[in-house]
């Protein structure tokens, strides 16, 4: 089934996948003052990350034995794999939370002791790991970074020169002069990858080289790594951003999972009750039972439904009251964009519009703009340690 017959069976059902991008929204999750983000079935803990698993990473050698790199946050995120590395055979994957380390709980103390627990226990380090949305932000991280020797050809200046490099998920190839500019300093350059072309070189008789044609400059860039591991792990991560391969955001997994799911069982919901929403000559109001889960808004026929006839995805919508006649207002869910639809809701009364209200604000609060989280990561890079 193509992208355009499963978008028009999703619509028949009522979820609107075309106003969720998954590439221009992050998940950000709960303000810090619980007072700010109403709950109707009391303020809850969040529960256990979903497809929470086991992985086993063999002690391997070097200075990264596993090989891997975790972030200063709470939860703890894995941000760089190594390729080819203990880690990644054992199946560790980017953007994973760890949960616990070696049989202890880690979700609450700092990276640092989590890395000192893993380092003072034995040669199988044993992870339980998790991809929750609703225990960490999935904010965009580099897909490759390190030093690398770049060959320079100028006309005072040839030979090697020993520069940070930067590559991130959007496919820009950043570098400085040091590790510490990152973040801090313009770079150097920036290089789009955009149908670039990347190989291993022979021609310069030096090991480790590799080369980046890049077709919107017309030019050969010549790199050398300090070992052939090194080498693939930059080939392998340009390949990708050169080819990406777009995925389903975990988000929208989510999402098809709680459809599949009747309305009570969907953990720490935000809001729920009756709605009735409008039809597009706003003529007919048809009632639902709603759930609202994440800037997800759930309809069903009734509380005992065993699935979701379908729902509204929210991210950046603006929800305010408007009013419909004299004596009644309604809810009104304005797009980010005209290209867009807009939806009308209404509840049993106005008290109850205006909790609706607050619960959908404070839900699609939980989302930035992509920009934003970017722009938010290139000024404060985290603190973190390699494994």
Known sequence: MDLAQVRAENEQRGIYTETYNSTSWIFSGDKRNPENNPRCLGKRAHPAAIRERTVKIAKGTGAYPWGFRI?????????????NGAAEEAGLLIGDVVLAVNGTDVTSIPHSEAANLALQGPDILTLVVGSDISRCPNTPRPACRGYLHKRTQSALLKGWRKRWFVLKHDGLFYYYKN?????????????RLDEAEVAIDTSLGKPFVFKCFLQSRNRMLYFCSTSNQEM?????AMERAI???????VWVDVTHHNANLPPLAIKSPECLGLLRQVDRNKTVWAQHYCVLKDACLYFYAGIRSTLALGGIYLQGYTVSEQSLGSKRTIIE????????????LCADNTADNKRWI?????SINKWLPLHQAIHDFITNPPEETRM
Request: hydrophobic share 35%.
């Open 243 to 249: 080819h990406p391969v777009h995925q389903t955001h």
């Open 71 to 83: 972030q200063f946050s709470k939860p703890i995120l894995v941000t760089e794999v190594d390729t």
């Open 333 to 344: 869910a304005k797009p980010p964009s005209e290209e867009f639809k807009t939806f009308y």
């Open 358 to 362: 607050m619960a959908l604000n404070a």
């Open 179 to 191: 590790k510490m500019d990152e973040g801090r300093c313009r770079p150097l350059d920036v290089m």
């Open 232 to 236: 693939k792990r930059w080939l392998e």
